[in-house]
């Protein structure tokens, strides 16, 4: 990984540090043009602070005593996606006819617990994260059916589950983690799901695979510090190494900016702020210490500011101040 010449310079500051759960924050976004913030709690509350005279204040709760297991964002739609313990996937919107977020039931349980949940970039395809498979779901008349299980084989002895998974740009693909370190990619062919390559290069149990929704990249993460960034051969259609980066400590979050010329990767209480350049390397810009873990972290449409959420319930927001 090539170090950034301007490495030591700030150009993220911290401008707020606040309580914002009594629990995990699963998500935190921007919403509405970047001057509201609404944070998400594993077993708390849907909280919306509003941004007035450049100072982020409590405005509401949006939903109470939520019980969940995970959480994504629909940028095509600006709604949230959540699935709660035993199953059930909501939506959360915000209606601009009554001024507020609503919530609405889109999937009733099956009795599988949701590990994670990813969208692609139109919002009309969902893949899950299952303990033994994942399931890929098609929205067909405003109904979410399912159209494919990809279910991956393994002898009796090996013990092997999946961790996490993401739907890439055009939606042709799926990258699926497991314990064992490999990430499949499934890719559909004729309108079935197939695997189509699998990635071996990782050493522990993949914590989060994301790709880019601008890009053909992809970027794997593992309990044992490994951040590899693949990235699509043009030609063969498969994806290749383009770097890898060494942390001492297990990686849990991988978030791209809106264009995706920005990574941020959570790590510890730490995240690592780098950047594409030109000539397709990566660099790193910064590193930004937080409180406690990170959980999830969210950066504006501008890339000018950027908010943190936390194991312990603290939200973090960062101004940029660079040149």
């Known amino acids: 990984?090539?170090?950034?010449?301007?490495?030591?310079?700030?150009?993220?500051?911290?401008?707020?540090?606040?309580?914002?759960?009594?629990?995990?924050?699963?998500?935190?976004?921007?919403?509405?043009?970047?001057?509201?913030?609404?944070?998400?709690?594993?077993?708390?509350?849907?909280?919306?602070?509003?941004?007035?005279n450049k100072e982020w204040a409590l405005k509401e709760v949006v939903?109470?005593?939520?019980?969940?297991?995970?959480?994504?964002?629909?940028?095509?739609?600006?709604?949230?996606?959540?699935?709660?313990?035993?199953?059930?996937?909501?939506?959360?919107?915000?209606?601009?006819?009554?001024?507020?977020?609503?919530?609405?039931?889109?999937?009733?349980?099956?009795?599988?617990?949701?590990?994670?949940?990813?969208?692609?970039?139109?919002?009309?395809?969902?893949?899950?994260?299952?303990?033994?498979?994942?399931v890929a779901l098609e929205n067909q008349n405003q109904e979410w059916v399912e159209i494919?299980?990809?279910?991956?084989?393994?002898?009796?002895?090996?013990?092997?589950?999946?961790?996490?998974?993401?739907?890439?740009?055009?939606?042709q693909?799926?990258?699926?983690?497991?314990t064992d370190g490999h990430i499949s990619i499934w890719?559909?062919?004729?309108?079935?799901?197939?695997?189509?390559?699998?990635?071996?290069?990782?050493?522990?149990?993949?914590?989060?695979?994301?790709?880019?929704?601008?890009?053909?990249i992809l970027v794997g993460a593992d309990q044992k510090g490994n951040a590899i960034i693949w990235e699509k051969n043009q030609q063969s259609q498969k994806y290749e190494l383009q770097c890898q980066y060494q942390s001492e400590k297990t990686i849990e979050v991988i978030y791209f900016n809106l264009n995706s010329s920005i990574l941020l990767i959570g790590e510890g209480s730490q995240v690592r702020i780098m950047k594409q350049l030109k000539d397709n390397k990566w660099v790193f810009m910064q590193t930004i210490e937080v409180k406690d873990l990170v959980s999830c972290i969210d950066i504006s449409n501008d890339n000018k500011q950027l908010v943190v959420g936390q194991n312990n319930g603290f939200i973090s927001m960062f101004e940029y101040v660079g040149q």
């Open 63 to 134: 939903l109470e005593n939520q019980q969940l297991q995970c959480c994504t964002f629909s940028q095509a739609l600006g709604s949230f996606v959540y699935a709660h313990k035993k199953g059930q996937i909501d939506q959360l919107s915000y209606n601009q006819e009554q001024d507020k977020w609503v919530s609405k039931t889109i999937r009733e349980s099956e009795g599988n617990q949701i590990l994670e949940l990813q969208l692609n970039n139109t919002s009309t395809r969902m893949v899950q994260c299952l303990y033994d498979f994942a």
């Open 187 to 216: 890719k559909q062919i004729n309108n079935e799901w197939q695997i189509y390559q699998r990635l071996e290069l990782h050493q522990g149990s993949i914590t989060k695979v994301r790709f880019s929704s601008s890009k053909d």
């Open 148 to 171: 494919s299980s990809l279910n991956e084989t393994f002898t009796e002895d090996e013990c092997i589950f999946t961790t996490s998974v993401s739907f890439n740009r055009d939606s």
């Open 1 to 52: 990984m090539q170090q950034d010449s301007k490495n030591k310079k700030v150009y993220y500051q911290e401008v707020c540090h606040q309580k914002h759960q009594n629990s995990k924050i699963l998500s935190v976004k921007f919403v509405k043009d970047d001057t509201n913030i609404i944070s998400i709690g594993k077993d708390d509350h849907f909280i919306k602070l509003e941004q007035q």
């Open 173 to 178: 693909e799926i990258a699926i983690g497991f």
